[in-house]
């Protein structure tokens, strides 16, 4: 059935004006004007059809109905205000961070339900386009590769890659005694290091092969390879998953370190915000390891 219910913003300015005892004092306290508030606790007195106060030279005291409905409107609007902090508590604070997928799925995800367990109160949405970001877009948090010093920028190092060549047991066992030169190698476009950083570093010649297979993603570069395409260059701890599986096995020698590392990366004016302070706790008390 539907309620019968006075204006609301009458019985906010009631529960004050009766608590205070004070027009003037409860106008203060709202940044109202106290002929405002007189007028609209008027208003209240017209619907409910009874005086709530009673005016002197001296100030006001409530009557008898007043007093008697001071307390369930002053609860009431207690009530109210308490279910209200809950539903912003839970709703209000939302975290977008932008991460690449690779790394999102297989290192972010996992420390999530942490991060929730420890925060309920922030709802994090996970960004994975690969595009570079921009802060003023409503990303609080990038988990950016590279060299760190960015300009306007708070960066945190959270771990640094080691490169080792990657293929199918099948494919590996085929190519255990060739050179790099002789493999099929499989290109991926979205990293600053791939095959001739990797080269360079371990001394090891390619000849000026081209690759046989490109591809824009980790994930879709560790496919290819798992099913015998080719030979990527993997990126520990993104590849432990198929290595422990044995889904991909190692190449040609030890992993070699990177230059370029994941960084988790906010603007330098958002610094003291809450939400972004407790997620780089978070990451900090949780950090990413090397196998």
């Given at each position: 059935m539907r309620q019968r219910l006075p204006p609301l913003n009458t019985l906010r300015l009631f529960e004050a004006a009766a608590r205070l005892l004070s027009f003037k004092n409860a106008a203060?306290?709202?940044?109202?004007?106290?002929?405002?508030?007189?007028?609209?606790?008027?208003?209240?007195?017209?619907?409910?059809?009874?005086?709530?106060?009673?005016?002197?030279?001296?100030?006001?005291?409530?009557t008898e109905a007043g007093g008697a409905y001071y307390p369930k409107v002053q609860a009431a609007l207690a009530m109210l205000a308490a279910a209200s902090g809950e539903l912003l508590a839970r709703h209000a604070r939302r975290l977008t961070v932008s991460a690449a997928p690779t790394f999102a799925s297989r290192l972010l995800m996992p420390r999530l339900a942490g991060f929730r367990e420890a925060h309920p109160g922030i709802d994090v949405l996970v960004d994975t386009t690969r595009e570079r970001?921009?802060?003023?877009?409503?990303?609080?948090?990038?988990?950016?590769?590279?060299?760190?010093?960015?300009?306007?920028?708070?960066?945190?190092?959270?771990?640094?890659?080691?490169?080792?060549?990657?293929?199918?047991?099948?494919l590996a066992a085929q190519l255990a005694d060739r050179e790099p030169a002789e493999a099929p190698l499989i290109r991926i476009t979205s990293v600053a290091e791939d095959w001739a950083e990797w080269a360079r570093k371990t001394g090891r010649a390619l000849n000026g092969r081209p690759p046989g297979l490109s591809f824009d993603t980790l994930l879709l570069a560790y496919d290819a390879?798992?099913?015998?395409?080719?030979?990527?260059?993997?990126?520990?701890?993104?590849?432990d998953a198929e290595l422990a599986a044995g889904t991909l096995v190692a190449l040609w020698g030890p992993p070699v370190p990177a230059d370029t590392g994941y960084w988790l990366v906010s603007a330098e004016n958002r610094a003291g915000d809450p939400a972004i302070q407790a997620f780089r706790a978070w990451m900090a008390a949780h950090p990413v390891r090397l196998a």
């Open positions: 203060e306290e709202l940044l109202l004007t106290p002929s405002a508030v007189s007028h609209g606790i008027q208003a209240l007195e017209q619907w409910l059809g009874t005086p709530l106060f009673i005016r002197g030279t001296r100030g006001i005291v409530l970001i921009d802060f003023a877009d409503g990303i609080d948090l990038a988990i950016r590769m590279g060299r760190g010093g960015w300009q306007g920028m708070v960066a945190e190092e959270l771990l640094r890659e080691t490169l080792v060549p990657v293929a199918s047991p099948e390879a798992s099913r015998g395409l080719g030979v990527a260059l993997g990126r520990l701890p993104l590849i």
